[in-house]
Nanobody, 121 residues
């Protein structure tokens, strides 16, 4: 069983940057695809990015060019670099693992507790 812990969320001004981390324990991440999802107040959770076990990356259209997902299998960690933050990026960000590369929420098995990102001046 995989335990995931997200961190790095904060209150930032528009235009700022953050790097979110997703640290795994219990199992190594290298066999899993890892996705980042977010849920804004009053909205459904949406997938923003995922990375395959061999490092291929995928992004939602709304975040392409601003978000970068990466993984460090030695540290058992996946990162989400977020640049040019906008107020509409405000959400709780979750990481999750899947057996294959997908942006479909229902295909993810293990989830972290989330980290809050708030973009406001």
């Amino acid at each position: 069983q995989v335990q995931l812990v997200e961190s790095g969320g904060a209150l930032v001004q528009p235009g700022g940057s953050l790097r979110l981390s997703c640290v795994a324990s219990g199992e190594t991440l290298d066999a899993y695809a890892v996705g980042w999802f977010r849920q804004a107040p009053g909205k459904e959770r949406e997938g923003v990015s995922c990375i395959s076990s061999d490092g291929n990356t995928y992004y939602a259209d709304s975040v392409k060019g601003r978000f970068t997902i990466s993984r460090d299998n030695i540290k058992n960690t996946v990162y989400l670099q977020i640049n040019s933050l906008k107020p509409e990026d405000t959400a709780v960000y979750y990481c999750a693992t899947a057996r294959w590369t997908t942006m479909t929420e229902g295909e993810y098995d293990y989830w972290g507790q989330g980290t809050q990102v708030t973009v406001s001046s």
